[in-house]
């Protein structure tokens, strides 16, 4: 049981280069989500799905597009990136509500991205 | 969500209790208080959660106070490995968009040998 993985750990990119990140739970959760977190700043929610074949938009969704693929996976794609786009991407899936309504949401390792 | 505020940082002596307070003044009566923390470069981990009751797991206890308005996360035994960025959340449960969380600046803790 692996929770949620990210891939790629890092990435250099040129201002105008595409790339997309891709994010996996093995937990079958119905919800994921998208976060960047900027030095010295909480995290921020892009997009998320609440469940297979929904998505939404979170705080900061400009510039980004997201696809979720199947219930497992959640991918984040830039399609023309930016210097304003540097930051750190977080992957997160949240165990559904139970009896008491909480969550507890599981983060994946990140994906540090610089754009030049 | 109810606004929260924190400290911005703390220290703590290895193997004393850390106490990280937050205040949470505009809370609703279905908002639960959660803590989170980052420990650098890492994805946020999950510490525990409550509504009204004191909680306890292995990891921290919760103490909330009586009128809600504020809280404290204690980690009774402080090691150099909890030295990390804790974020207080208060969010209420249920709908369609019961995962959100929104991370605040956090409280620094830094456990000094």
């Known amino acids: 049981n692996a929770g949620v993985t990210q891939t790629p750990k890092f990435q250099v990119l040129k201002t105008g280069q595409s790339m997309t990140l891709q994010c996996a739970q093995d937990m079958n959760h119905n919800s994921m989500y998208w976060y960047r977190q900027d030095p010295g700043m909480g995290l921020r929610l892009i997009y998320y799905?609440?469940?297979?074949?929904?998505?939404d938009k979170g705080e900061v969704p400009n510039g980004y597009n997201v696809s979720r693929l199947n219930k497992r996976e959640f991918s984040l794609r830039l399609e023309s990136a930016a210097p304003s786009q540097t930051s750190v991407y977080f992957c997160a899936s949240p165990r559904a509500a139970g009896a008491g309504g909480y969550n507890e949401q599981f983060f994946g390792p990140g994906t540090r991205l610089t754009v030049l | 969500d109810a606004k929260t505020t924190q400290p911005t940082s703390m220290d703590c002596a290895e193997g004393r209790a850390a106490n990280l307070p937050c205040n949470h003044s505009t809370i609703s009566g279905n908002e639960y208080v959660y803590w989170y923390r980052q420990i650098h470069s890492q994805g946020p981990q999950y510490i525990i959660h409550g509504l009204k009751n004191n909680e306890t797991n292995e990891m921290a206890s919760l103490i909330i106070t009586e009128d809600r308005k504020s809280s404290t996360l204690i980690l009774p035994h402080a090691t150099l490995r909890d030295t990390a960025v804790y974020y207080c959340?208060?969010?209420?449960?249920?709908?369609?968009?019961?995962?959100?969380?929104?991370f605040g600046q956090g409280t620094i803790l830094t456990v000094h040998p």
């Open positions: 799905s609440a469940s297979e074949g929904t998505t």
């Open positions: 959340i208060v969010r209420a449960a249920g709908g369609t968009s019961y995962g959100k969380l929104t």
